[in-house]
């Protein structure tokens, strides 16, 4: 149980696109969805907190109109990253969490953004 | 400020040996403490964690974790050592009191296990 899926799992865009990043939770209702960023070798770092049907609350430094972020429903939040540039090239994870069993998240296997 | 820290940015042992990945923490208060780990290219997997009760906990693979409060440490252990162990390793804390869900990641630990 408590398994976590994103699509696509690598996408290849050009510069000034907008590409669209779903994470959704496959087998529990995930009340609170997590969106990270993660550079080579390097750590998570947590871009955004997103709650079902209320806005995402943005760590600092994040871009919230570069970075959308919808929680439609308690199985699927989605990122839009638009007009995106070589710099937002990485591998973006989201985890989501049921509200039960101490708020512990479970993680998506990762999109590789490659944006030309 | 709530910080964790991995002060090993790579651990080298052999196949068979026992292995610790050490994990310390600054967190007001009684914190949530996890262990996971990442394959290349690959979400985290969750290995343990520890809430309440024995401080030792068992996890996922044979691994375990000692939660020492005195010390602030939360070491990552596992008697016998695989070479399809090696990969990263990421230490996390919750604050207990907390209502955000958020948890705060160390800088991850590489492990490589060699034949």
């Known amino acids: 149980g408590a398994v976590v899926s994103q699509h696509p799992s690598w996408v290849i865009c050009k510069s000034g696109t907008s590409v669209k990043i779903e994470c959704r939770s496959l087998d529990f209702q995930a009340t609170t969805m997590f969106w990270y960023r993660q550079f080579p070798k390097q750590s998570l770092m947590l871009m955004a907190t997103s709650n079902e049907g209320s806005k995402a609350t943005y760590e600092q430094g994040v871009e919230k109109d570069k970075f959308l972020i919808n929680h439609a429903s308690l199985t699927l939040s989605t990122l839009t990253v638009t007009s995106a540039h070589p710099e937002d090239s990485s591998f973006y994870i989201c985890s989501a969490s049921a509200g039960q069993r101490y708020n512990e998240q479970f993680f998506g296997p990762g999109t590789r953004l490659t944006v030309l | 400020a709530q910080s964790v820290a991995q002060p090993e940015d790579q651990v080298n042992v052999a196949e068979g040996n026992p292995l610790t990945v050490k994990c310390t923490y600054s967190v007001s208060g009684n914190p949530y403490l996890f262990w996971y780990v990442q394959y290349p290219n690959r979400g985290l997997q969750f290995l343990l964690k520890?809430?309440?009760?024995?401080?030792l906990v068992k996890g996922s693979y044979g691994f375990e974790a000692e939660f020492n409060k005195s010390q602030t440490s939360f070491h990552l252990k596992k008697p016998s050592a695989l070479v399809s162990d090696s990969a990263l390793y990421f230490c996390?804390?919750?604050?207990?009191?907390?209502?955000?869900?958020?948890?705060?990641f160390g800088q991850g630990t590489t492990l490589q296990v060699k034949p």
């Open positions: 520890y809430i309440t009760g024995d401080n």
């Open positions: 996390a804390v919750r604050d207990r009191t907390s209502n955000t869900g958020k948890l705060i």
